[in-house]
């Protein structure tokens, strides 16, 4: 029975490691990385537990896939590798602590060179403003986005170049013209191209814009026809002091009597109210008991009060900025006319969406 045990006890004591190994890919992704390291192996062990992987757990995975990619000598592999990490996780540190020393080092080496110049872009939206013309489709659209390093740019739609320069790290606002896209419903691809060091990274802008009909407008309602009542007392003559004529009485051919009738005009009534007492004195108040203008104020004082508010003016502290007028947003709407099949206005509704898409390495 004793030997028995013992034999149990060694097999545990040699199976059990391999066991283990066979549920932590931490663990067999270390013994591939000692010294000597295999990143060959370390590499399939990643290719070969990802499925199996956790949120956490794939995150960290993706960003060794890319240092094994380095260190492989693959950098086109790398480059991928790394774009597809930062644009799914953005600037997201991966969790790499149970690496050993030198591995350590080396990753965060490798690490930081990628999180230092990966042009990234992240909060795209459109930006609406409270000021936006009503009644007709926009002529240019603004979006805001984040850059997580800075980066020369071009924006592009099919073969024309809309715009270029240099961008900060930070937020920017890109303008795109859209006045003639609202013929009918589509959508349209603008390039974001992105270049840091020797590196281009590729951000697709697709605006979708949805063109429909507005429902025709309810018809006005119809008038009844008016009729006279019976029973409305007519207007009678007009008040004699509004009556106006003349009254000619002739026998034969000669004027004898002649008579005329003028409407009376009421005088406009005057009424004169005195001025104030002082200049910049309301009317009918009390004089004031002390006589400004005999009061008067010092050269030295007068000089003392200008210095001190010419200092003060240089001492202000400048105004708080004032809160951005605009709101971000992933779509927008605008009701405008357009041409119908008669010739005539019709009213018409575009619904525009922005769907950003990730970036990818563009080799040129």
């Avoid at 034999?7 to 066991?19: D, F, K």
């Avoid at 066979?22 to 070969?48: H, I, N, T």
């Avoid at 757990?57 to 790394?82: C, I, M, N, W, Y």
């Avoid at 026809?225 to 003349?246: C, I, L, N, Q, Y």
Wanted: glycine share 8%; net charge neutral; no cysteine.
């Amino acid at each position: 029975m004793i030997k028995r045990v013992s034999w149990i006890l060694l097999l545990l004591s040699i199976l059990g490691p391999a066991a283990a190994w066979g549920d932590d890919w931490k663990a067999q992704l270390l013994s591939r990385l000692a010294q000597p390291p295999d990143y060959a192996g370390a590499m399939a062990v990643l290719e070969g537990q990802l499925p199996a992987l956790e949120a956490e757990d794939l995150q960290t995975a993706s960003a060794l896939q890319a240092f094994l990619a380095a260190k492989l000598g693959h950098p086109d592999r790398e480059r991928v590798l790394a774009a597809a990490y930062f644009e799914k996780y953005r600037d997201n540190d991966p969790d790499i602590g149970f690496l050993d020393l030198a591995s350590l080092h080396d990753f965060v080496n490798f690490w930081g060179s990628w999180k230092s110049t990966y042009p990234l872009v992240s909060e795209v939206n459109f930006l609406s403003y409270s000021s936006d013309p009503k009644g007709s489709p926009p002529a240019t659209i603004d979006i805001g986005l984040e850059l997580l390093n800075g980066a020369y740019y071009r924006i592009s739609l099919g073969p024309y170049v809309l715009e270029g320069g240099r961008w900060a790290r930070g937020f920017h606002i890109l303008t795109v013209p859209v006045a003639d896209l609202f013929g009918r419903s589509g959508s349209y691809e603008f390039l974001l191209d992105l270049k840091s060091g020797d590196l281009v990274v590729r951000k697709p802008l697709t605006i979708v814009i949805d063109v429909t009909d507005s429902p025709a407008a309810a018809p006005a309602p119809a008038r009844l026809p008016a009729f006279e009542d019976s029973r409305k007392p007519t207007p009678g003559p007009p008040a004699a002091s509004s009556m106006t004529g003349e009254i000619d009485l002739y026998v034969g051919d000669k004027l004898i009597l002649k008579s005329r009738k003028v409407p009376v005009r009421i005088p406009p009534t005057e009424f004169h109210i005195g001025g104030p007492l002082m200049p910049g004195q309301k009317p009918y108040m009390p004089p004031p008991k002390n006589d400004p203008m005999a009061s008067g104020v010092s050269v030295l004082d007068a000089l003392a009060l200008t210095y001190k508010a010419v200092k003060d003016l240089f001492a202000k502290k400048p105004p708080k900025p004032s809160p951005p007028a605009y709101q971000k947003v992933s779509s927008l709407t605008v009701s405008f006319a357009r041409a119908a099949a008669e010739g005539r206005p019709a009213p018409a509704r575009a619904l525009i969406r922005l769907e950003p898409g990730p970036g990818g390495i563009l080799r040129e």
